[in-house]
């Protein structure tokens, strides 16, 4: 069972603390979420978990062997980076062979197993093409294949899932699911909400503090009632209105305006019959993680 253990682990880069007292468990064969906003601390984690970086204070064990050592445990977990390690003047299929041999894939499943994530990715078009004539998603979708090649027990994704094309991201998770059938563990850090809800459990990390760790079920339920969304050509003019109105519960979120309330059907009437003329659009949504998070971090 290679369960991780993080014990009051700090890190300091520089003057800046990027951690601070984090302390959690990361069950072994489960899809582990670090989840916050940009900054919270999610890399420099990922970077402690694989062995890369040591932590300024406290520990972080691979419970099987009790080994803190940062070479066993970079032995024992492969990581997909958010930038791309990969070598840029290499081809995709240069890439992959040479992360094969380096991790000791087996020589018989090298080829087979190559072939495989070229296809599961997205890649076979461009398996002859240096990783630096890549589009973005083609770079993140090439990262994701030397993580995976490896084979490794324990895989940490930092960033890369959200950034895939939709056929490629579906495929990738349908991946990653089959392997946690099979015991393996994955550690995925992301921002995005819609990522964090498909793992079993979550730590959330805000300013380099764990501010929430358990199901993102449990996460939810911090955020229990409905969100008012409101679409209008005059958005300034009733964004005003509504502050006016709503104060700082008003927010706005992918060219719409939001009011996170209380009450919100009778904010919503209140908003058709105050400023119907004004308004194109007015509905419910069920809150988000993002909701969640906001809540917690008191935004």
């Known amino acids: 069972m290679n369960s991780i253990a993080v014990d009051r682990a700090d890190k300091r880069i520089g003057q800046v603390w990027a951690l601070k007292n984090i302390s959690l468990e990361i069950p072994s064969g489960e899809i582990f979420g670090v989840f916050g906003r940009s900054g919270s601390g999610k890399?420099?984690?990922?970077?402690?978990?694989?062995?890369?970086?040591?932590?300024?204070?406290?520990?972080?064990?691979?419970?099987?062997?009790?080994?803190?050592?940062?070479?066993?445990?970079?032995?024992?977990?492969?990581?997909?980076?958010?930038?791309?390690?990969?070598?840029?003047?290499?081809?995709?299929?240069?890439?992959?062979?040479?992360?094969?041999?380096?991790?000791?894939?087996?020589?018989?499943?090298?080829?087979?197993?190559?072939?495989?994530?070229?296809?599961?990715?997205?890649?076979?078009?461009?398996?002859?093409?240096?990783?630096?004539?890549l589009s973005d998603g083609h770079k993140c979708a090439a990262e994701l294949a030397r993580a995976f090649i490896s084979d490794a027990r324990i895989t940490a994704i930092d960033g890369l899932i959200e950034r895939l094309d939709h056929p490629t991201r579906r495929k990738t998770w349908e991946y990653i699911l089959a392997r946690k059938r099979q015991g393996s563990t994955f550690i995925i850090a992301t921002s995005s909400a819609k990522e964090a809800l498909l793992c079993d459990k979550l730590a959330v990390l805000s300013q380099g503090r764990l501010v929430f760790a358990g199901k993102p079920g449990e996460l939810l339920s911090a955020v229990q009632n409905e969100v008012v969304v409101v679409e209008s050509i005059h958005g300034p003019l009733i964004n005003s209105k509504l502050r006016d109105r709503f104060g700082a519960a008003v927010t706005e979120r992918n060219g719409t305006i939001e009011i996170k309330s209380p009450d919100a059907d009778s904010d919503a009437a209140w908003v058709l019959s105050e400023l119907k003329s004004d308004v194109g659009c007015v509905y419910l949504r069920q809150p988000t993680l993002d909701d969640a998070l906001d809540r917690i971090e008191g935004s």
Request: one cysteine or more.
């Open 43 to 133: 890399s420099t984690l990922l970077k402690l978990i694989a062995g890369l970086n040591q932590p300024t204070a406290g520990t972080v064990v691979l419970q099987s062997s009790g080994s803190d050592d940062p070479a066993w445990l970079d032995s024992q977990v492969s990581i997909a980076f958010q930038t791309p390690g990969l070598a840029p003047e290499l081809t995709v299929i240069e890439n992959l062979r040479l992360f094969s041999s380096l991790w000791n894939t087996r020589r018989k499943g090298k080829m087979g197993r190559t072939a495989m994530f070229l296809e599961l990715l997205g890649l076979s078009n461009v398996r002859n093409r240096r990783v630096c004539k």
